[in-house]
C-alpha cells in the first residue's frame, strides 16, 4: 500500500494540520503569547495595597522632620523671639554673627571638635579591640559582651549620674582609686598625686565627659565590629596564612579592608553622637553649663532659652550642616584607603 504525497501548502485529507517545527510553534505563540502574558503579568504584579505600607513612615517623616527642617531655615533668617507675632526679615545677618561674632558659639565649637576628636579616637580604637577579643562564642565570651553592652541600654542622664558620683572630687570613686595608686607610688619614694578635681578642672573637663561618653558607647560599637568581623570569609585568611602572612599581616591586609563598612558605620554614629551629647553634659555640669564643657547642642539649647529662637535657629542650621560635612569627609577619607567601599 503506497501513500501519496501530500502538495506543499495542502492540508492532509484527515483534517489535521501536519505543520512542525519552528513555523508551528511560532504561530501558537502568536496566537495565545498576547493574552496568556496579560494573565502572567496580572497574576506577578503586586497588589495596590502594599504601597501603602510606607505611607504611615512617609507621613511621619514629612510632617516631624522635613516640615521642621524647611522652619528651621525659615526662621534663621528673621529675628523671631519664640513668642511674639511681630518679626523682622533679617537675611543672612543670623549666620554672620555666629560664624563671625560670637564667642561663646566659637567656643562650644572648639569644645565639641576637641569632644568628637577624643570620642571618636577612643571608641573606634577599643570597640575593635573589644571585637576582636571577644570573636568568639563561648559562653565566657558572649557573657563578656553582654557585660561591654550593658550601659548601651543605660539612658544619658542615668550614665551622667553615675560618672557624677565617680567624678566627685571629695568621696567620688575616681579620686579614691587614683588616691590609693598615689599612695603606693609615694610609698615606694615616688612624689606624685594623682588626684583630680575632674569636671572642676576647666582644662580637662571636657575630656573628662568624653570618657564617660566612650564607656556608654564601646559595647554598642563593640556589636557592630563583631558582625563584621564574622561576616568575613575564612578562605581569605586561610589563603593568607598559604602565603606566610603573619597574624598582624592578616589583621592589615584581609581584616581591616573587610571592615571599612562597618568602620564607616562607627565613626558616622560617633560623630552624631558627640554632637548629640546634650544630656550627658547637662546631667555632668548643670544647666547651663559652664564655658568649658558647653558644646553645640547645649549652646543652641541656652539660646532658644534666652528666647533668641531666629538666631537659635541659625545656629541648628550650622549646626547640621557641620555634622553632614564631617560624616561626608570620613566617607571620603574610607573610600580614599579601601577604593572597593563605595
Partial sequence: MTQQATPAGAAPANGHSTETGPDRSVARRGVDSGPSRRRRRAATAPPLSIYLFPLPALVVFVIFFMIPTLQAFQYAITDWNGYS?????????????????????HNALFNNLKFLL???FVQTTFSLILALALLRNTRIHIA???????????????????WKFI??????????????ISAISQAIG??????????????????????AQCWAHIGQLMVIYIAGLQAIPA???????????????????????????????????????SFKAFDLILGLSGIPPKGSTDILSTRIYTTFANSQYGYAAAESVIFMILIGVITWLQRRAIHAVHPSED
Wanted: hydrophobic content about 50%; aromatic content about 16%.
Fill in 144 to 162: 563578656l559582651r553582654a557585660l561591654f553592652f550593658f550601659p548601651t541600654i543605660l539612658s544619658s542622664v542615668s550614665v551622667a549620674f553615675v
Fill in 235 to 273: 578562605e581569605l585568611y586561610e589563603a593568607a596564612e598559604m602565603d606566610g602572612a603573619g597574624r598582624w599581616q592578616r589583621f592589615w591586609n584581609v581584616t581591616w579592608p573587610q571592615l571599612a563598612a562597618p568602620t564607616g558605620i562607627v565613626m558616622a554614629y560617633t560623630t552624631v553622637q
Fill in 190 to 211: 615616688l612624689d606624685v598625686d594623682l588626684t583630680s578635681s575632674f569636671l572642676g578642672n576647666d582644662a580637662l573637663a571636657i575630656y573628662w565627659i568624653a570618657l
Fill in 85 to 105: 507675632a511681630d518679626f523682622n526679615w533679617v537675611g543672612l545677618d543670623n549666620f554672620k554673627r555666629a560664624l563671625v561674632g560670637d564667642s561663646l558659639f
Fill in 118 to 120: 577624643v570620642v571618636l
Fill in 167 to 180: 567624678y566627685d572630687p571629695s568621696y567620688g570613686l575616681g579620686n579614691s582609686i587614683l588616691g590609693g
